[in-house]
Structure formats: C-alpha cells, structure tokens
C-alpha cells in the first residue's frame, strides 16, 4: 500500500517514534494526532500546518472514548490508525514507594484504551479501500524482563490481542499489524541500554513494513529475538531476563 493521500490517526504523535512518524508521513497524508501533552500538541500544529491534534489521557477509558468518538463524528473515513502511545513504569512491585495508581494507568494507556479506539474506529476504517490498524509493540511483548512488569504484560497481551483481531477481521478491508521494536533511542529509554535505535531509523523501518503490508514487523535485533525464541527459548529468557 503506498502511504499517500491517506487519513491516518496515530496516538503519540508529539514525541519520539511517533513524532518521527509524524515527520516522515506530513507532507503527503492528513494526520490526526492523538497525545496528551496540550503544549507539545500546540508545538506540533504549529511547526506542522494542517495537522489535526487532540487532547487526551489515554490512560483514561472516558477519554479515550471521548476522543475516539469526536474523530468518529468529524471523519467518516480513516485509512490507517497507528496505537503508538505507551509508557513504561519501571519500579517493581517490592520496590519503596512503587506508585500502585501506575498500575491500572499504564494498563489501559498501553492496552486498554487501544481496543476501545479500534472498537470506536472501526466503521470509520471499513470502506472501499484498504485500511490498517497498526499496533507499535515491542520485544518485550514477546520475552519479558524482571523490572516493568506490567508493561511487559501489556505489550503481551497486545501481541495477542492483535493477532486474535486479524483473523476477526479477515475478510474485511482492514489489515492489522504489528510492529516490535528494539531499544529504541526516546524518552522512555532516556539513560537506559546501548546500542539503542534511532527513532528515525526505526519510524522508517515501520513506514516500510507498513507499506509492504508486513503483518508482523520484526525490527533490528527483534529479529535475532525471534530467532533465539524458536531455537532456545530458554536462553533467550535468560538474555531478556536482566535486561
Ligand atoms: N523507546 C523504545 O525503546 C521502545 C522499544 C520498544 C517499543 N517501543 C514502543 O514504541 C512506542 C513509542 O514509544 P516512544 O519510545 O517513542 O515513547 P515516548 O518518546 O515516551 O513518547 C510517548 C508518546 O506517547 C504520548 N503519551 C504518553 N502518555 C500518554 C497518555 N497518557 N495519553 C496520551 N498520550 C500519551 C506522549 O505524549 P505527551 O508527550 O503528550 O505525554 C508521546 O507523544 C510505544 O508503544 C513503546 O512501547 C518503544
């Protein structure tokens, strides 16, 4: 699918990979933009004319239906909905002062609020033409670590779900992918790992993936990941494990 002349919601548009995103598909695509964050959207609207923003805390259901349902009513058709929005809380459960409310926020930001804006979405992604729901995931989501265990769910379970949605959707217009991603270099990884991605690099590697209709998108070393996976998983559980 060539990525032109589309209408494309993506969440997190205002920062790292989805700002990258944003970057590589503005000049040719109407981009509707989904974050939390009124300053950084303001920022993105001016530096980039005609881009649609709203505000939202996606780790709140009502406002992700809030917002899913405004889109809903403005644009009766959206060819691709990129889920990038995501936070990681890295303290563990035994850890002093582990913030018990990150529990349910980080849940329904990372996977929560992704089923109800495709649920929301979803008569405004059937038509005609193609459409694609793409879902930005991580290693992670395949081996977890020991610390950001609930993100590590999360990305799980949206590996799942996503994979369970597909052959919902079938014998629809509507593709949904994945895309897993190494360490990247962003605010989330701010003064973790080495060797990390840039988040050019990897918004381009996504772009492709995307227009070559990649259902699964294994990007750098998630390749390796996968590999590992199928030929020792035990191992790699054990490379992930401290990671
Ligand atoms: N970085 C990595 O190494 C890495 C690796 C694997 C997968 N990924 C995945 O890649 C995606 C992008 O990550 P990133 O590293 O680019 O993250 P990032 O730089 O921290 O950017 C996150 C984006 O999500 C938005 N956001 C955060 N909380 C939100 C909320 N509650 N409601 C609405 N929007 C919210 C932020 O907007 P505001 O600025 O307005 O808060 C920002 O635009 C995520 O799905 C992540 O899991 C990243």
Redesign the pocket.
């Known amino acids: 699918m060539k990525i032109s002349g589309k209408q494309i919601v993506i969440?997190?548009?205002?920062?790292?990979?989805?700002?990258e995103i944003v970057k590589q598909l503005y000049s040719n695509n109407t981009l509707i933009v989904?974050?939390?964050?009124n300053r950084?959207?303001d920022a993105l609207a001016e530096k980039f004319d005609g881009i649609v923003t709203y505000q939202?805390?996606?780790?709140f259901l009502s406002e992700a239906e809030a917002v899913a349902n405004s889109i809903a009513g403005r644009f009766d058709s959206i060819d691709i909905l990129i889920n990038?929005?995501?936070?990681?809380y890295t303290p563990m459960f035994l850890d002093d002062g582990f913030f018990y409310e990150s529990i349910s926020k980080e849940i329904t930001?990372?996977f929560t609020s992704i089923c109800c804006l495709i649920y929301l979405l979803l008569p405004s992604l059937i038509h005609r033409s193609p459409a694609v729901i793409l879902n930005?995931?991580?290693?992670?989501g395949l081996v977890p670590k020991t610390s950001s265990a609930i993100y590590c769910g999360t990305?799980g379970a949206l590996n799942l779900f996503s994979q369970s949605l597909r052959y919902q959707l079938e014998d629809t217009n509507v593709g949904v992918q994945q895309a897993f991603?190494?360490?990247?270099d962003?605010?989330?990884?701010k003064g973790r790992g080495k060797n990390?991605l840039t988040?050019t690099a990897a918004a381009s590697k996504i772009i492709r993936g995307m227009e070559q209709g990649v259902a699964e998108n294994d990007i750098g070393k998630v390749k390796l990941l996968r590999a590992l996976l199928r030929m020792s998983p035990s191992l790699a559980r054990r490379i992930l494990k401290n990671s």
């Open positions: 969440t997190g548009g205002t920062s790292g990979i989805g700002l989904i974050s939390k964050n950084s959207l939202a805390n996606l780790s990038n929005a995501a936070s990681q930001l990372n930005i995931n991580s290693g992670l990305k991603l190494p360490l990247v962003t605010a989330m990884t990390k988040a």
